[in-house]
């Protein structure tokens, strides 16, 4: 079945460092991928998506790149923010009515 | 705001007790989903109704069950609760077609005492 590996967590940069969380998936076809975001005591939040291979998605500058020969979808962001911290999800859906969820990787910012 | 609304908030009950969670889904949308997420563990899938049916199950146990009404807003009852039932459990809904992505209701925090 499908399935999507993070890399475990928790990951501890000093403000404006590089981030890279690094996500691969496996599945049939053609899924979307997803990364989504949760703050502190919130719900899951979506951050950004991609729906077809070398598509970019990107917000709030994090960005992903979807890229089908590495089955991969790792989440960067070039300078991090004390306000970053929190837990990120990378997700598939694989045109079902389901969405397959990585364990999620804490990220935690210090000033 | 994500438009997906949970009831209640927050939730603190003894063992072998009963409870009811409440989720109303996105406006328009017809999937809802309910997670379990406990403190050591990602997110672990529950069930998933799509206008009124049952779509697909994942680790539910049996004490606990799932419906979705005719105005499409769903409950998740958990009954004969242990200590290992506190968790977070997240209601979504699914926006459109089958590449669509989930939108979360804030969440309700069970605390079994």
């Known amino acids: 079945g499908d399935s999507v590996t993070q890399m475990e967590g928790p990951v501890t940069l000093s403000e404006e460092a590089f981030l890279t969380i690094n996500c691969t998936y496996t599945a049939t076809g053609y899924p979307s991928l997803f990364w989504y975001v949760q703050y502190p005591g919130e719900g899951l939040q979506l951050l950004l998506k991609a729906t077809k291979a070398d598509d970019k998605g990107s917000n709030k500058g994090f960005e992903a790149t979807y890229r089908k020969e590495t089955t991969s979808f790792h989440l960067e962001k070039g300078s991090v923010q004390v306000s970053d911290s929190a837990v990120y999800f990378c997700?598939?859906?694989?045109?079902?009515?389901?969405?397959?969820f990585g364990g999620g990787t804490r990220l935690m910012v210090k000033p | 705001d994500s438009g997906v609304t949970q009831t209640p908030k927050h939730l603190i009950t003894a063992t072998g007790q009963r409870v009811t969670l409440r989720c109303s889904p996105r406006s328009g949308d017809l999937s809802v989903y309910w997670y379990q997420q406990s403190l050591d563990q990602g997110l672990q899938f529950l069930i998933q109704?799509?206008?009124?049916?049952?779509?697909a199950k994942g680790n539910i146990l049996e004490r606990f069950s799932a419906q979705q009404f005719p105005d499409l807003h769903s409950e998740l009852n958990l009954s004969s609760l242990e200590l290992g039932d506190s968790a977070l459990y997240f209601c979504a809904s699914l926006a459109g077609a089958d590449y669509g992505e989930l939108f979360f209701g804030e969440g309700s925090r069970l605390t079994v005492l």
């Open positions: 997700a598939l859906n694989n045109a079902g009515n389901m969405l397959t």
């Open positions: 109704y799509y206008n009124g049916e049952e779509r």
